[in-house]
């Protein structure tokens, strides 16, 4: 059954419904935080969390692990840097070239016509707002995390045409230095229609080669040397890949990755995927709306799930398929 189902009690928000983290300045372990053991207290990693009034990161050592903002007073919510446990960063934040492009983030493109994506380079903001309104972010004792966040969609000054409850859980990085964040989120219609667009793919009338992405996305860095896309489905590179649909979509190089999966309960899956390479730009995204726009009556919501792994040593395909099976198989009763 795919997440698509109509709700008759839409999502409550206020914005004086904000709880935010006490603001800490250095990475530090909880009180009383025993080492697992005496030899990952000599040689494995030493995890602590860095905390602010904004920001929720995972420390190993002097460095970032994984870095969540969710900072009202920015455009969108996102995670920067994603790293490797030993710090290798594979993501890139407000470049140049795409200033809303945030590492891991979540961005539709055009709602009820208007573009939640671009932002104005002399104001920052984009025509429709994203705005967070509640946030709760709970780091825990064995270095996983969960948050819920709460986000009303609307034009500037109006009411919200659609909210969204965003549910995040990231595990601890495993022996391996892997690790992963679960990606939950419910959109809900408000009192009208809303209409979920972007920009028309190549394949379709009027269509150009940068159309169909919307959704969540990843932004790695320039000059990524020996990188290279693979899909479930066995493309093997951007082209290949480009607008076909997947499972998973992974992107590796030589000493790292990262991996997104696409739950078979979302709506459309397997999900068509947005994948560009080169010197420039590596971008990759499920990108439901690829093919056709998507419609909610209205308080009808939209349950989307995702899986991201990052990984700090190459895997296989194969070990990426267990990864699924894990990742999709039933919850216990």
Not at 205 to 220: D, K, T
Not at 266 to 294: C, K, Q, V
Request: charged content about 20%; aromatic content about 10%.
């Amino acid at each position: 059954m795919k997440h698509l189902h109509h709700s008759h009690s839409p999502l409550r928000h206020s914005p004086g419904l904000c709880v935010l983290l006490l603001a800490l300045v250095h990475c530090t372990t909880f009180a009383g935080e025993a080492p697992a053991s005496t030899k990952e207290a000599a040689e494995g990693p030493k995890f602590s969390w860095k905390r602010t009034d904004t920001s929720l990161a995972l420390c190993n050592g002097d460095r970032t692990v994984w870095r969540l903002v969710f900072d009202a007073a920015q455009p969108k919510t996102y995670f920067h840097p994603l790293s490797t446990v030993d710090g290798e960063v594979l993501t890139v934040s407000e470049p140049a070239d795409h200033p809303w492009h945030r590492g891991l983030w979540w961005s539709w493109k055009y709602i009820n016509g208007l573009n939640y994506w671009e932002e104005d380079p002399k104001t920052g903001k984009s025509g429709g707002v994203n705005e967070l309104i509640r946030t709760v972010v709970e780091p825990g004792k064995d270095f996983t995390a969960r948050a819920e966040l709460s986000f009303s969609y609307h034009p500037p000054g109006q009411p919200a045409v659609m909210t969204e409850i965003r549910r995040l859980s990231i595990g601890r990085p495993d022996e391996a230095g892997q690790y992963f964040i679960d990606w939950t989120s419910e959109f809900t219609a408000g009192d009208a229609r809303v209409k979920l667009d972007r920009t028309l793919p190549p394949h379709q009338p009027g269509g150009v080669p940068y159309g169909g992405y919307a959704g969540l996305s990843l932004r790695l860095p320039k000059g990524l040397t020996g990188w290279n896309y693979r899909t479930s489905e066995g493309a093997t590179g951007a082209t290949t890949g480009y607008g076909k649909p997947a499972r998973w979509a992974d992107l590796s190089g030589p000493s790292a990755g990262i991996t997104v999966f696409d739950h078979p309960g979302n709506i459309r899956h397997p999900s068509p995927w947005y994948l560009t390479e080169g010197p420039g730009m590596h971008y990759f995204s499920p990108a439901l709306l690829f093919n056709d726009p998507l419609e909610l009556a209205p308080r009808q919501s939209l349950k989307l799930t995702y899986r991201i792994v990052v990984h700090s040593r190459p895997v296989t395909a194969a070990q990426i398929e267990n990864h699924w099976k894990h990742f999709t198989a039933p919850a216990n009763p």
